[in-house]
């Protein structure tokens, strides 16, 4: 299968923790996407990457979040000191570029803070 | 601004009868419209989109939507439900951003219930 992955698919962690999502886009896609989705709404934007420089940052992205795309593959999103309103499934998109823009989404993280 | 509503929250149909999913827009540009399906428990799957070429736009497993400019709508149809197209189904709206980004503005989304 070559579309977008996430791991892990499920998280379940106690308040305070750390917890950290990784997304590996589709291979070539220099454009990444993370996203959070809460229960009966659509995916909400929280950043985006073109290669290895994070370009946009959403205002919902407080400071306990961080993203980073070291090498232009692969993604992480890390959540520090996690609330429980943070329960959500974190979605990741990649594009291929400029002309091709249509996003291709990956089946998501579901977190759950206790 | 861009915004999209999504008249029903919820759909239900018999399978074999047709699909109707109602989607209005606002957007200051001409847009670009998407719809994306979702099952449980699954990412997201683009259906099809509508970028300013036909108004009638096909997508994947039997589904179409057609921009109406005066209407600013972009409703999703299909003649004959299947049991397997029960799912959440998205309808967005998208613009490019001052970075490059294609930004994209989701619907609340409907949930479409195919009974047997």
């Known amino acids: 299968d070559t579309g977008v992955s996430q791991d892990p698919r499920h998280k379940i962690t106690k308040r305070g923790q750390n917890v950290t999502f990784r997304c590996d886009p589709i291979?070539?896609?220099?454009?990444l996407y993370w996203y959070r989705q809460t229960l009966g709404q659509g995916p909400e934007f929280l950043t985006y990457?073109?290669?290895?420089?994070?370009?946009?940052k959403s205002r919902l992205l407080s400071d306990r979040f961080s993203a980073e795309r070291p090498k232009g593959s692969f993604s992480t999103l890390e959540i520090q000191r996690t609330e429980q309103g943070d329960s959500a499934m974190y979605l990741c998109a990649s594009s291929p570029g400029q002309s091709q823009e249509t996003q291709y989404f990956g089946p998501g993280t579901r977190l759950l803070v206790l | 601004a861009q915004s999209v509503t999504q008249l029903d929250s919820h759909v239900s149909v018999s399978e074999g009868t047709p699909v109707l999913l109602r989607c209005n827009y606002s957007?200051?540009?001409?847009?670009?419209l998407f719809w994306y399906v979702q099952h449980p428990n699954k990412g997201l799957q683009l259906l099809l989109k509508?970028?300013?070429?036909?108004?009638l736009v096909k997508g994947i497993n039997g589904f179409e939507a057609e921009f109406k400019k005066s209407e600013t709508s972009f409703h999703l149809t299909k003649p004959s439900a299947h049991m397997s197209d029960a799912a959440e189904y998205f309808c967005v709206v998208s613009f490019y951003m001052d970075t490059g980004r294609r930004a994209l503005t989701f619907g609340s989304g409907t949930r479409l219930q195919v009974q047997p």
């Open positions: 957007s200051s540009y001409s847009p670009s």
């Open positions: 509508y970028t300013s070429a036909a108004t």
């Open positions: 291979s070539e896609h220099n454009r």
């Open positions: 990457f073109q290669n290895e420089a994070q370009l946009e």
